[in-house]
């Protein structure tokens, strides 16, 4: 089968999906173009990383995601457990903003605002995914992109293997005894990204046979052999394997995973964290300075650790020596916005980056809960979001495009933890918190 006629097959099936909800009932004509632009929107978000380059489509896209969390606020169809999350990143946002206005530090107000959506970008898609797919629309949505999801996986599956033994171009540097695989993006965590979603596809779609393509899946990101695809490659099966004999993790296991996660990343500890003259252990360490400066702020939005601290050089760099520095200077800023969680400390302060710590926990906390396919669905949720929040002490993943893909692929498989309505009220809670 083409390209051309899978693509084809793809968008009738998405269209039949809609006239058979208009039929049925389950979505009122009005939302029947849902999966269409859920489909065009994860399509052009892939394409941009494939191609590379900058693109300010995720940025347009988190703000489409807001207004429409805000309009399903109006309509009264948020729950409270996310109502309250919501209302902490704003909470967030707000500090952040303030401390621009009081650490004295100049930006541009249309560089705050670039860099106010781009460190946020990922809770909005997260949020209004899984209001999106909620229902028929999820279904139509994974249902029609389940073929595409396996001949992805199976792609990358066999190209991981030829490139063990036959260079086809997809091969980089060895490590752990292996060759080290690059699939058809840039970069590895491109390719992790991607292959979330067809998991989550897989998951939501209920695939037949999809517990063979977990494991393909993630071997073949195994064998990229970077941290972040090979944590989520040994967690996920762990995980499949443990959640279908068990429903909940006790905390011998917790110590388990936890060194396991130790080991995986310890080449990465070594190198970005207890090295002095790492970019990134430079970065906490004047993160950590800015919030102590500025108490109870931070430096503000655009000034410290994110995308346009990097493009419009913060002055706070001059003041660090950055400028002197391979990879942190105005000519080379290589480094200039390779992590998060530095980011987050330095720019909102102690007491803002605690709340975003405090909402990241309440997202996986929400993961709890009956669903369908529940070991699945928590097994991915769990590796998923445990992977990125690792990834994100030494890359900046969770500003970044392919992160709103992960976790748009997270909202996918979370939306069957929608709420339900009980005599017309909310539940409070989502998957029993």
């Not at 086809?168 to 690059?182: A, D, K, N, V």
């Not at 800015?290 to 002055?315: E, I, K, M, V, W």
């Amino acid at each position: 089968m083409s390209i051309s006629n899978s693509a084809s097959e793809t968008t009738s099936v998405l269209s039949a999906g809609n006239q058979n909800s208009q039929l049925t009932g389950p979505l009122k004509p009005k939302r029947s173009l849902k999966p269409i632009a859920a489909f065009f929107i994860i399509s052009v978000l892939i394409y941009m990383e494939l191609i590379g380059g900058r693109s300010f489509f995720d940025e347009a896209l988190s703000i489409v995601s807001v207004l429409y969390l805000l309009f399903l606020a109006i309509r009264d169809e948020l729950s409270r457990y996310d109502s309250v999350s919501l209302f902490i990143l704003m909470v967030v946002i707000f500090i952040g903003l303030a401390s621009n206005v009081f650490s004295g530090i100049s930006r541009p107000l249309t560089s705050v605002l670039i860099d106010v959506v781009a460190e946020t970008k990922v809770l909005w898609a997260f949020f209004a995914a899984k209001y999106m797919f909620r229902g028929q629309t999820g279904k139509t949505f994974a249902t029609a992109l389940v073929f595409l999801a396996k001949a992805y996986i199976i792609s990358a599956f066999v190209c991981s293997i030829v490139s063990q033994v036959v260079n086809i171009g997809m091969t980089e540097s060895q490590r752990y005894g292996l060759q080290g695989f690059r699939f058809v993006f840039p970069f590895s965590f491109q390719f992790m990204a991607v292959s979330l979603l067809a998991i989550a596809i897989l998951i939501k779609g209920n695939a037949k046979n999809r517990k063979v393509y977990y494991v393909l899946a993630s071997i073949s990101l195994m064998l990229a052999t970077k941290s972040a695809p090979l944590l989520f490659g040994l967690l996920f099966l762990v995980l499949l394997y443990y959640f279908n004999h068990f429903k909940k993790l006790n905390a011998f296991v917790v110590a388990l995973l936890f060194l396991g996660v130790i080991f995986v990343g310890s080449y990465q500890i070594q190198t970005y964290l207890m090295n002095v003259n790492a970019p990134r252990y430079l970065f906490f360490l004047h993160g950590a300075e800015l919030a102590n400066r500025f108490f109870p702020l931070g430096a503000g939005f655009s000034t410290f650790g994110s995308d346009q601290a990097a493009r419009l050089y913060s002055p706070l760099y001059y003041e660090f020596g950055f400028s002197y520095l391979f990879g942190l200077n105005p000519e080379d800023g290589s480094f200039l916005s390779d992590t998060f969680w530095p980011m987050a400390i330095g720019q909102f302060g102690w007491i803002a980056f605690a709340l975003l710590v405090i909402l990241y926990l309440r997202i996986v906390l929400g993961f709890k809960g009956p669903v369908k396919h529940e070991f699945e669905s928590k097994a991915f949720l769990y590796a998923a979001f445990l992977s990125y929040m690792i990834h994100a002490v030494g890359s900046a993943i969770l500003s970044s495009s392919a992160g709103v893909i992960g976790f748009i692929a997270l909202g996918l498989v979370c939306s069957s933890y929608d709420d339900q309505l009980i005599g017309g009220k909310r539940l409070g809670r989502v998957g029993g918190i």
